[in-house]
């Protein structure tokens, strides 16, 4: 199956700091998706970014498919920001599971 | 929208004792997912369904495992006989098609003693 590598791995950073995570994949993608598991656990979709830029207020992302990466950049931390950060791709049509990269777990400190 | 709606949010139950979760996707959707994550593996996918057909079963650990989905807004998740290895936190997750943006359940925390 896909391999995904998120880096880095673990981040701390202040409130107000900017961030890009980096989500590596093994082979070509029709999907992939970001998401935010909060410290509560739950987890959040973010993005539906195959190819190309999008943004959501203090967050965005892009996905450079024909090089197999993906970037989400967060702007302006906050500390509601911390929690893991999961980048899903997914390389079959229809209704395929998505697999999941390890994770950036990242932590905004007052 | 309430979104998808998973219960129990905690099970405590002992070794050997059956366990069944349940979930009830977003209206509308027509595919749906079972995850399990802990500590050593991350998110793993278990099962998928689309239009209430198993389409992919080959995350799920072992016999132990099954899964239903006798209709649309309902699926159960069901272990029988539980062991220990068997905690974890299980998502269910819905989408509206094939390749659409995911939306996951508060899932549920199992604890096998």
């Known amino acids: 199956g896909i391999q995904v590598e998120q880096s880095p791995p673990d981040l701390i950073l202040q409130e107000g700091a900017n961030s890009t995570l980096r989500c590596n994949f093994s082979?070509?993608?029709?999907?992939l998706q970001w998401f935010h598991q909060n410290p509560w656990g739950q987890l959040i979709n973010l993005f539906y970014?195959?190819?190309g830029t999008k943004q959501n207020g203090r967050l965005s992302a892009t996905t450079v498919a024909t090089e197999r990466y993906s970037l989400l950049y967060i702007s302006s931390s906050q500390t509601t920001d911390s929690g893991v950060y999961f980048c899903?791709?997914?390389?079959?049509?229809?209704?395929?599971?998505?697999?999941f990269g390890k994770g950036t777990h990242l932590i905004i400190q007052p | 929208d309430a979104g998808v709606i998973q219960s129990p949010r905690h099970e405590v139950t002992e070794m050997g004792q059956e366990v069944t979760l349940r979930c009830k996707p977003i209206?509308?959707?027509?595919?749906l997912f079972w995850y399990r994550q802990t500590m050593m593996r991350g998110l793993e996918l278990l099962i998928y369904?689309?239009?209430?057909?198993?389409?992919?079963d080959s995350g799920m650990p072992e016999d132990r495992f099954s899964a239903k989905m006798p209709n649309a807004s309902f699926s159960t998740l069901k272990i029988q006989p539980s062991e220990p290895r068997d905690s974890a936190v299980y998502f269910c997750?819905?989408?509206?098609?094939?390749?659409?943006?995911?939306?996951f359940g508060s899932g549920t925390q199992l604890s096998v003693l």
């Open positions: 899903a791709p997914l390389t079959g049509g229809g209704a395929d599971g998505l697999t």
């Open positions: 970014i195959p190819s």
């Open positions: 209206s509308g959707h027509n595919s």
């Open positions: 082979d070509s993608v029709n999907n």
């Open positions: 369904f689309n239009n209430n057909v198993p389409i992919d």
């Open positions: 997750a819905s989408a509206s098609s094939g390749a659409e943006k995911l939306f």
